[in-house]
């Protein structure tokens, strides 16, 4: 049991699979990486990612919020009369 607390315990970056043998010795075999190991290498490669990424001036952010801002109106004006269109008519056709 001793020789199992050292082997996790110089390996913390490994997972380690135990195996009993018929004789009911333990042996270890090494995986590749952890889960957790690739959760924090996938995060590692976020940020370095977003370290490259090129984000908008305070000129751009204005335009692309003021199309945004007229892009819903468009779409609520437009969603309100086709809605008022099938109201009339049903109101007409009932």
């Given at each position: 049991?001793?020789?199992?607390k ?29 889960f957790l ?17 090129r ?5 751009e952010?204005?335009?692309?919020s003021?199309?945004t ?12 009369l086709?809605d008022?269109?099938?109201?009339v ?6």
């Amino acid at each position: 049991m001793e020789d199992f607390k050292t082997l996790l315990l110089t390996n913390k970056y490994y997972c380690v699979n135990i195996y009993l043998d018929t004789q009911k010795c333990f042996y270890f075999e090494k995986k590749e990486k952890c889960f957790l190991k690739k959760i924090f290498g996938f995060f590692k490669n976020v940020f370095k990612e977003m370290k490259n990424v090129r984000w908008p001036n305070k000129k751009e952010m204005a335009l692309y919020s003021a199309a945004t801002f007229a892009s819903i109106i468009l779409f609520a004006l437009y969603f309100t009369l086709i809605d008022a269109i099938i109201a009339v008519v049903k109101m007409v056709l009932v």
